[in-house]
């Protein structure tokens, strides 16, 4: 540890990269949460009907369904035999997740994700305490469990309490209290457990991760010679036991685990431009600079 | 070597006593998860699921919550349960009769978008619907029972003449006029919920409600013996003896009848 882990967080970043350079990923995020809220709600607030439904399950210009595998999971086990509508639905979403990378619904997609970003946000400005950091395996636990369940009850089980899909269609069809269910999620996440529920409740984080296990879209450490210590990307990571085998490890530079969510946020905040995004095969590391000394700090820090 | 005796290593012990704590959270958490499901069975019986339904059991493992069938009704008709708000499985749909029944559309368009079979594809036909069946419950305020001509609900209904008619019986307030008797019939009742929407008071006195409250059933081996006389043409016990029947007259204990005498059997004297 060095003074610069007592540094605000992202001043580096910001310095040498700008405001916006240093939130590009966040900013994109954003703004892809956005656009798939605002797809949905075009229907219900302006007559537009490009995508009816929700993310349980949902019609594209009256052509494409797309169904969430975790509820048709669920269903299956419930021991309903969807129609095929249904099963395509699933399977096009499954694949697409497969393949991309399956918390990139977690980071790029979830309507909850930015409700727990801020309750992160705060929890790092007001400076509180981990709190309650239940096992790694907790949120698999959770899954399967709800899987069982839905089998011995025969109902969808998780869509009882599913935070996600509630949001979703309240914001679509009409809120009830969902909106305290959000606020507990919120409340939970700040006073009771960092990262809580996206880093070790939610069934359907757990899910996505494993299907995305082997996916293409990486963030890589290719860079990771030139990183300082500074600590930052490990702050601002919902998961950020994923980061050290990659930047801290001798194998390959890139993040592997399920976990990552893809955010990109490590991308954003490291002043040395350490991570970015890659495929799974690329595992190539930039060549460590001439002197292998560590890198002096730079000028422009203010120290 | 045998290990038999050696205390447990540390990790071994810790490695127990997390699993078996992780085991313990999850039938906690399960067994509660397992009664909000039990108790999202309860359907509310004003609440009616859309046409080709599946059973409430099977509806909540089928039902994925999209709205899509909420979305292809014409008529406004479907909503999904709030939560907190409406005392149905939170985000599944359904209608109330009294406030927007179903039109019972000719080409059925909840059905034909559900992407799960929630509502059964297999419905082809509007009219085979079984959304619930409705039942005169007020006889006391229905106008009809009182002898008026109100008929709203008869004249209402999509399947008139068929799943409610008008039966006649003597008035006997009157004594001179007929009473017109909306008659529910479940057979062919799709219980789309108009006649309860349009009935002219301001509470219902006709409702829809579902199979299970609308209706009894009678006994496996109860066989209606007119029903299987018809069926077999003949007396259903071959050489059966029929007896003469009793009917008023001479020689009966029946005072009514001219010669009829007094019962051999008295009913004991009621004294106050
Ligand atoms: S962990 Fe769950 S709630 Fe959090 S972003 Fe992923 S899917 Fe959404
Ligand atoms: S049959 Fe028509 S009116 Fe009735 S619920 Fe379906 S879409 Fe709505
Ligand atoms: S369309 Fe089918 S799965 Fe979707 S909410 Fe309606 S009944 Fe449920
Ligand atoms: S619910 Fe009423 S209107 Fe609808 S079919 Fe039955 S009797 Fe007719
Ligand atoms: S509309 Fe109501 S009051 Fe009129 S006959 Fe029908 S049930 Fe009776």
Sequence with gaps: MTARTHMPLGQEAIAAKGWLGAHKYLLLRRASQLFFLVLFLLGPWFGIWIVQGTLAGSLTLGLLPLTDPFVFLQSLIAG??????????????????????????????????????????????????????????????????????????????????NPITMLHRGLIFGMGFVWAMVAAIFLFDLLVSRHGWCGHVCPVGAFYGLIGSKAMLRVSAANRSACDDCMDCYAVCPENHVISPALKGKDTPLILSPDCTNCGRCIDICAEDVFKFTHRFDALTVAPPESTAAPQPRASRPF | MSRVGTPLSPQRRRFLQDS?????????????????????????????????????????????????????????????????????????????????????????PCVAACPTGALDPGLDNIDDAKMGVAVLVDQENCLNFLGLRCDVCYRVCPVIDEAITLETEHNARSGSHAIFIPTVHADHCTGCGVCEKSCVLPEAAIKVLPIRLARGSSADHYLKGWEEKEAKGAPVVEGIIDLPDRLPGPGTDNLVAPGGFEPSFKLPEVTQ
């Design chain 2, 20 to 108: 078996a704590r992780a085991a313990g959270g999850c039938v906690a958490a399960g067994s509660l998860l397992a009664w909000l499901a039990r108790d999202a069975r309860a359907l509310p019986a004003e609440a009616l699921r859309p046409p080709g339904a599946l059973p409430e059991k099977d509806f909540l493992s089928a039902c994925i919550r999209c709205g899509l069938c909420v979305r292809e009704c014409p008529y406004d008709t479907l909503k999904l349960a709030e939560l907190g708000v409406d005392a149905v499985a939170t985000g599944t749909p359904y209608f109330t009769a009294r406030e927007v029944p179903c039109e019972m559309c000719d080409d059925i």
């Design chain 1, 80 to 161: 309903h035999w969807p129609e095929l509508t249904g099963a395509i639905g699933a399977a096009i979403v499954l694949v697409a997740y497969a393949l991309i990378g399956g918390r990139v619904y977690c980071s790029w997609v979830c309507p909850i994700n930015p409700v727990t970003d801020s309750a992160h946000w705060l929890h790092r400005k007001l400076g509180l305490q981990k709190g309650w950091q239940p096992k790694r395996g907790t949120r698999l636990w959770i899954m399967v469990t709800v899987l069982i369940v839905s089998g011995l009850t025969g109902a969808i089980a998780w869509e009882l309490v």
